[in-house]
């Protein structure tokens, strides 16, 4: 009896040692698929300031440059409705990407993300040509108006520059499948994406009669 109870604690010690052991094990796995997550994070962090500061600089420097001074076989002024057409169809799609995620169809919302950010390059595409192309056009309106005109166009431009690097971080967290992360910065990305894509419209609707 005394040894069939020693031999009973010795098997439950073995298996208490392996359970142990199991967990042990599986801790570590967590810590290094952790710690290969944050490095992969941020990675993609660095990735995305170095492309948001790269696109920036190359959109400052056009803005201040002179006009492209050779022929051009089109008019440019079509660029800037081109733009304005680019912003309502981003507008569009953010509004019914939000329709989507408030209905809990993460399908249908990152489908209508990406054909935001489709649009949004398309825009940029089309800024950059128009600005390399041609000086941009002065505002010929009365003082109030331009005044106006003027607080859009610079909040515009603030906003926009913030929302490269919220736009693209805010994919990058949606891809990985960061929940949390992704709604955070979600938050600031979508009022900042709307805004940038409404006063677009508007720049253009102000400025587009004196091109």
């Known amino acids: ?25 599986e801790g570590a796995v967590r810590m290094g698929s952790s710690k290969l997550t944050n490095g992969r ?15 920036i600089i190359i959109i ?10 050779g022929e051009v076989p089109f008019d440019v002024t079509i660029l800037p409705l081109m733009n304005a057409i680019f912003n309502v169809f981003t507008f569009s799609f953010l509004v019914l990407s939000l329709v989507a995620i408030k209905k809990k169809n993460i399908k249908v919302h ?19 040509t128009y600005h390399f192309l041609t000086e941009p056009a002065k505002f010929g309106g009365p003082g109030w108006l331009k005044g106006i005109y003027l607080f859009v166009l610079f909040t515009h431009i603030v906003l926009a520059v913030v929302n490269v690097p919220l ?21 600031w990305t979508m009022p900042v994406w709307l805004y940038v894509s409404f006063t677009g419209v508007m720049v253009y609707l102000l400025i587009s009669p004196y091109y």
């Open 41 to 55: 994070t941020k990675a993609m962090n660095m990735f995305v300031y170095a492309l948001s500061a790269v696109l």
């Open 60 to 69: 400052a420097i056009l803005f201040f440059l002179p006009g492209y001074e």
């Open 110 to 128: 990152r489908r209508f993300i990406f054909a935001a950010f489709t649009t949004t390059a398309f825009f940029l595409l089309c800024y950059v």
């Open 167 to 187: 736009a693209l971080l805010s994919v990058v967290r949606g891809l990985n499948m960061q929940v949390e992360a992704h709604r955070r910065i979600a938050r």
């Open 1 to 25: 009896m005394f040894f069939a109870v020693e031999f009973i604690k010795l098997v439950l010690s073995v298996k208490h040692k392996k359970r142990r052991m199991i967990r042990l094990d």
